[in-house]
């Protein structure tokens, strides 16, 4: 079954204490990409990446990294997570940037 | 600063008529226009995706764009209490690694 898989569903952490959401997908898709989505502010992107070792800035970029050693996954990592990164998160893939993108579950992270 | 506007609603129609959602788009560069249903808590899945002026019908749904205007939108004919969702209309531009941009949504209330 093609799918994106993130992983945890949900997380709580506290201030300060690194985490790494991670994201897989089985499509071989070129594309990948983190999303936020925050009441009243909708889906806004974090990082994408084009391809394998190629990555660059989203709309939101600040106290995220992201790394795309392998084609399947594209792991999302706060080194140092602070309350207004509490957000429900999202991994999207797609062939290109401007095909459909599919989507993983949702990460619902909460930073005390 | 590319935007994509929705009317956030509530979009309230009674079971059986048919459900009209608007978007806008400020880029007229953008090729690739998607519309996604998305359940509270649920990760975005897609609808329709639109490429060419005029309409595009799959089932009870009708994806219809206009470049000129740069409107696109979607009908929901026949609508079903299982079509209340919140729809994300989405736009991506010509370039290589544009991101898709997402309208904050229009939350639809389908009542039986």
């Known amino acids: 079954e093609a799918q994106v898989t993130q992983n945890p569903r949900y997380l709580i952490t506290v201030t300060g204490k690194k985490l790494t959401v991670t994201c897989s997908q089985n499509?071989?898709?070129?594309?990948m990409s983190w999303y936020r989505q925050d009441p009243g502010l909708g889906l806004r992107q974090i990082y994408y990446?084009?391809?394998?070792?190629?990555?660059d800035k989203g709309d939101v970029p600040e106290g995220y990294k992201v790394s795309r050693k392998e084609k399947r996954n594209f792991p999302l990592i706060l080194e140092s997570p602070s309350p207004n990164q509490t957000s429900l998160y999202f991994c999207?893939?797609?062939?290109?940037?401007?095909?459909?993108?599919?989507f993983g579950q949702g990460t619902r992270l909460t930073v005390v | 600063q590319k935007e994509v506007e929705q009317n956030s609603g509530p979009l309230s129609v009674p079971e059986g008529a048919i459900a009209s959602l608007n978007c806008t788009y400020s880029d007229r560069g953008s090729q690739s226009f998607f519309w996604y249903r998305q359940y509270s808590g649920k990760s975005p899945e897609l609808i329709m995706f639109i490429y060419s002026n005029g309409d595009k019908e799959d089932g009870r749904f009708t994806a219809q764009l206009n470049k000129a205007s740069q409107y696109v939108s979607l009908l929901i004919r026949d609508s079903q209490p299982s079509d209340s969702a919140t729809y994300l209309c989405?736009?991506?531009?010509?370039?290589?690694?544009?991101?898709?941009?997402f309208g904050k949504g229009t939350t639809l209330s389908v009542s039986s």
């Open positions: 990446s084009m391809n394998v070792e190629v990555t």
């Open positions: 999207a893939s797609s062939q290109f940037s401007n095909t459909e993108a599919f």
């Open positions: 499509m071989n898709h070129e594309y």
């Open positions: 989405a736009v991506n531009g010509r370039q290589a690694g544009t991101a898709l941009i």
